[in-house]
C-alpha cells in the first residue's frame, strides 16, 4: 500500500509539473477577470511558471501603483484550449499611463499596467517580467470576455443624428456599433461619464498584441479591453472613445454619447477636450488595411465636424501634466488627427499607423466635400452627323 501512494504521488506530481503548476500565487476572479499573483523576491526579475488557468483570450500585466512605471520588459506565454500547443514568448506594451484627471485617477482600487494582449482562448499562462525598476504588487490578469452576462452580439444600431455646427464640414456620421451589441456590461460602471467644453483634436491609437484575429471576434476584443481597463486597471469604463477592427467596424467605446464632449483615458496629459480612436491590432510591423484607414477618417471628420474644426488643420493644446514628453502648462501646437506618439513618449500607434496619418487627415478633409458628378461622355463626332 505504502509503494502504491508512493508510485500515485509521484504520478500526479509528473503529470502536474507537465501542465506547469509552480510556487504559490494566489488566484482571484471577479466579473470576467482571473487574476494570479506574480511571486515576489528579485527586484530586478519576477516569473510565474507555467500553469493551468482559467480560461482566458486576453491577459495583461497590473500592479499596486497606477503612477509607478515598469521600467523594463513583461513576457507571456499561453496554451491554446484548441490544440493544447504553447505560443512563442510575446512582449506586452508597457507605454500605459493613469489618466492625469478625472474619476479614473481618483476611484478606489486604480491600478497601474501594460496594454492587454488579445489571445484568443487559452487555459494556461506563463510569464517573466525584467527591468530596473519593478513596481510592487505584480499580478497577472487573465480576461474572459465571455462570461458576462451579455453575448456577442452583431447588429449595428444607429445613433441619432446631431447636426454639426455652423460652418462645419457635412461630414456624414458614420455607422457605430454601440456598447449595447458588443455587450457592454453597463452595471460595471460605477460613474457617470464626465464631460469637457468640446473636442479639439483626436488622437489616434493602436490597441497593440497581435493582429491574429478574425473580425468576427472584435466584439469580443472591444469587450476584453474593457473589462481590463474597468476590472484589471480600476478605470471607470474603457479608455477609448472608439474602437475600429481591420475591416473597418467602429465601435462606440467610453459611454456618454459618441456626439459628447467626453474624458476619455487615452492620453496622458491631453485626456481634457480630446476624443481617441484605437484601431484593434499592433501596427509596429503590420500595416493597416484600407478599410480601417477609412473608418477612422470617417469617425475624425465627423467627430470635428460638430464643433466646426477642420480636420487636417492643428490646434494648440495645453498639457495637463509633465508626461515625459511635455511639462504640465506647456502650450502643444498638434494635428487635429495626431498620433498617441504626438503627446505622449510612447510607438503607439505603431510606425505602420503613423505613417498613414496625412493619408487619413486628406481622406478625413475629404469627407465632408460633396462628390463631383461623373460628366456624360460626349457622343464621339461622326462625319455626316449634323445633316442627318
Not at 106 to 134: E, F, M, N, Y
Not at 189 to 213: I, L
Request: net charge negative.
Amino acid at each position: 500500500m505504502t509503494r502504491l501512494l508512493l508510485r500515485t504521488a509521484v504520478a500526479t506530481a509528473l503529470a502536474l509539473g507537465a501542465l506547469g503548476p509552480a510556487g504559490p500565487a494566489l488566484a482571484s476572479s471577479s466579473d470576467g477577470v482571473h487574476t494570479l499573483r506574480v511571486p515576489g523576491g528579485d527586484p530586478h526579475e519576477r516569473s510565474l511558471a507555467p500553469r493551468t488557468t482559467e480560461p482566458f483570450s486576453m491577459v495583461g500585466i497590473t500592479w499596486d501603483d497606477p503612477d509607478a512605471a515598469l521600467d523594463g520588459t513583461a513576457q507571456v506565454r499561453t496554451r491554446s484550449r484548441a490544440s493544447g500547443e504553447w505560443s512563442a514568448w510575446r512582449a506586452l506594451d508597457t507605454d500605459v499611463r493613469t489618466p492625469e484627471t478625472g474619476p479614473d485617477r481618483h476611484r478606489a482600487g486604480v491600478r497601474g499596467g501594460t496594454q492587454p494582449l488579445w489571445t484568443g482562448p487559452s487555459d494556461g499562462v506563463q510569464v517573466r517580467v525584467a527591468g530596473s525598476r519593478l513596481p510592487a504588487g505584480l499580478r497577472v490578469d487573465l480576461v474572459d470576455p465571455e462570461s458576462g452576462p451579455d453575448g456577442v452580439h452583431t447588429e449595428v444600431v444607429e445613433p441619432d443624428v446631431v447636426a454639426p455646427a455652423a460652418g462645419a464640414p457635412a461630414a456624414d456620421r458614420p455607422a457605430v456599433t454601440p456598447r449595447s451589441a458588443w455587450g457592454a456590461d453597463e452595471s460595471l460602471v460605477k460613474d457617470p461619464p464626465t464631460y469637457t467644453t468640446d473636442t479639439q483634436a483626436m488622437f489616434v491609437h493602436h490597441t497593440a498584441g497581435t493582429n491574429d484575429y478574425a473580425c468576427e471576434e472584435s466584439a469580443s476584443i472591444v469587450r476584453g479591453v474593457f473589462l481590463y481597463h474597468v476590472r484589471s486597471n480600476g478605470w471607470n469604463d474603457i479608455g477609448y472613445h472608439f474602437l475600429v477592427d481591420k475591416c473597418g467596424t467602429v465601435f462606440e467605446g467610453r459611454a456618454g454619447g459618441i456626439d459628447k464632449p467626453v474624458l476619455g483615458a487615452h492620453t496622458y496629459g491631453f485626456n481634457t477636450a480630446t476624443s481617441s480612436i484605437s484601431v484593434l491590432g499592433d501596427y509596429t510591423t503590420a500595416t493597416t488595411s484600407t478599410a480601417a484607414r477609412e473608418s477612422v477618417a470617417k469617425v475624425a471628420a465627423w467627430k470635428l465636424g460638430l464643433y466646426g474644426l477642420d480636420p487636417t488643420g492643428t490646434t494648440v493644446l495645453t498639457a495637463g501634466a509633465d508626461n515625459g514628453k511635455y511639462k504640465l502648462g506647456q502650450k502643444v501646437t498638434l494635428h487635429r488627427i495626431s498620433g498617441h506618439r504626438d503627446g505622449y513618449p510612447t510607438a503607439c500607434p505603431g510606425q505602420h499607423l503613423y505613417d498613414d496619418l496625412p493619408e487619413i487627415r486628406a481622406l478625413a478633409g475629404n469627407a465632408g466635400k460633396p462628390t463631383e458628378p461623373a460628366s456624360e461622355p460626349s457622343e464621339p463626332w461622326t462625319e455626316g452627323v449634323l445633316g442627318r
